[in-house]
């Protein structure tokens, strides 16, 4: 059975920072595209970062300030983000691809507001 799961979300400051992480099981982690993306009130859930092996990439609105990584030692993905901006508020999505099947976790809210 697969699972995702995303943790470090919270409410920062304008301006501050946050590390979100996913952890996942029950996928061979090691080939798998990740991905995450982001789901704000109202609005469609859109990506935010990827990453395929090597190749790393970015929604035009974090680049320079979000940073994907992925430790295939401990079939975890992590998604650094600075300089958060209220409009990055939003619950993000831990997503896997495996020989094109998606899988989701169940999401982490992150709430930029001073």
């Known amino acids: 059975q697969v699972h995702l799961v995303e943790s470090g979300g919270g409410l920062v400051q304008p301006g501050g920072s946050l590390r979100l992480s996913c952890a996942a099981s029950?996928?061979?982690?090691?080939?798998?595209?990740m991905a995450w993306y982001r789901q704000a009130p109202g609005k469609q859930r859109e990506l935010v970062a990827s990453?395929?092996?090597?190749?790393?990439k970015y929604a035009d609105s974090v680049k320079g300030r979000f940073t994907m990584s992925r430790d295939n030692a401990k079939n975890t993905v992590y998604l650094g983000m600075n300089s958060l901006k209220p409009e990055d508020s939003a619950v993000y999505y831990c997503?896997?691809?495996?020989?094109?099947?998606?899988?989701w976790g169940q999401g982490t809210q992150v709430t930029v507001s001073s």
């Open positions: 990453i395929m092996g090597s190749s790393r």
């Open positions: 029950g996928i061979r982690f090691s080939i798998a595209a």
């Open positions: 997503n896997a691809d495996v020989v094109n099947k998606a899988y």
